[in-house]
C-alpha cells in the first residue's frame, strides 16, 4: 500500500507502552487511554509518500507524535481511534508527525528539529535537579552539531524517552545560544526513563 502525501507506517510493538518487566511478570503501569506518556511513540516505515522525496526509508525505525497511535473518547462516551488510523497495522501519517528517524542504528532528527538531553543543576543554590533550558544536543538535522552546548527558549520543548534516555525535541529556532562546552556538564536521565 502507498500514499500519494502519506507515510505508511506500523507500530513496533503494540499501541500502549504501559507494562514494564519486573522479574518474570508485567506490571501494568496505566490501564487509562488519556494519558500519553504510556503512547508507543516507535513505528516502522512500510512505504513513504508517492508526491514528494524524502531521507526517511522504508524499513527506518521512526518515532512519531503521541495521537499517531492513541485512541480517544469523543463527546458521546464512544472510543475512537486517530485519524492516522487504517487498520490495526497500519496508520498513514504526514511528515510534521515523524521527528526522528533510525537506519543502520543511528537515529537523525527530521527536518527543523534536533533533540536535546538535559544536563544536572550545576549551582547548588537553584532549586530543581536539572539546568532550565539548557541541554547538550544528541540528535540532529544537522543545523546544530552533536554534543553542542545549548540554551533554548521556555516551553519550547516536548519530552521524549528515546533508547532509555529522556530527550526534548526542540525547533531549531528555539535554540537560542550555543556556550562553551566545558566537560564537567553531566547528563540529567531520571531512573524512570532509564527502564522504557
Not at 487511554?33 to 526509508?57: C, D, L, M
Not at 497511535?69 to 486517530?82: A, D, I, P, T, V
Not at 526542540?170 to 532509564?194: C, D, H, R
Amino acid at each position: 500500500m502507498k500514499a500519494p502525501f502519506d507515510f505508511v507506517i506500523e507500530p513496533k510493538g503494540n499501541r500502549y507502552n504501559n507494562t514494564k518487566k519486573v522479574g518474570n511478570k508485567d506490571l501494568i503501569l496505566n490501564t487509562e487511554v488519556y494519558n500519553h506518556q504510556f503512547v508507543n511513540r516507535e513505528a516502522i516505515v512500510k512505504s513513504i509518500p508517492t508526491a514528494y522525496k524524502t531521507k526517511i526509508k522504508p524499513g527506518d525505525t521512526i518515532i512519531v507524535h503521541h495521537n499517531v497511535f492513541r485512541r480517544w473518547h469523543n463527546q458521546y462516551g464512544e472510543e475512537r481511534n486517530s485519524r492516522s488510523y487504517f487498520d490495526e497495522n497500519t496508520y498513514l501519517v504526514k511528515p510534521d508527525q515523524i521527528f526522528l528517524y533510525k537506519r543502520n542504528n543511528k537515529w537523525k532528527a527530521t527536518e527543523g528539529y534536533c533533540f536535546v538531553q538535559p544536563i544536572k543543576q550545576r549551582d547548588k543554590l537553584k532549586p530543581g535537579e536539572e539546568e532550565e533550558c539548557i541541554g547538550v544536543v544528541k540528535y540532529t538535522d544537522g543545523v546544530n552539531n552533536i554534543s553542542d552546548l545549548v540554551g533554548f527558549t521556555p516551553f519550547s520543548t516536548y519530552e521524549f524517552v528515546i533508547d532509555g534516555k529522556r530527550l526534548y525535541r526542540v525547533l531549531n529556532k528555539f535554540i537560542t545560544i550555543k556556550y562553551e562546552y566545558e566537560g564537567n556538564e553531566e547528563a540529567y536521565n531520571p531512573s524512570w526513563a532509564q527502564g522504557s
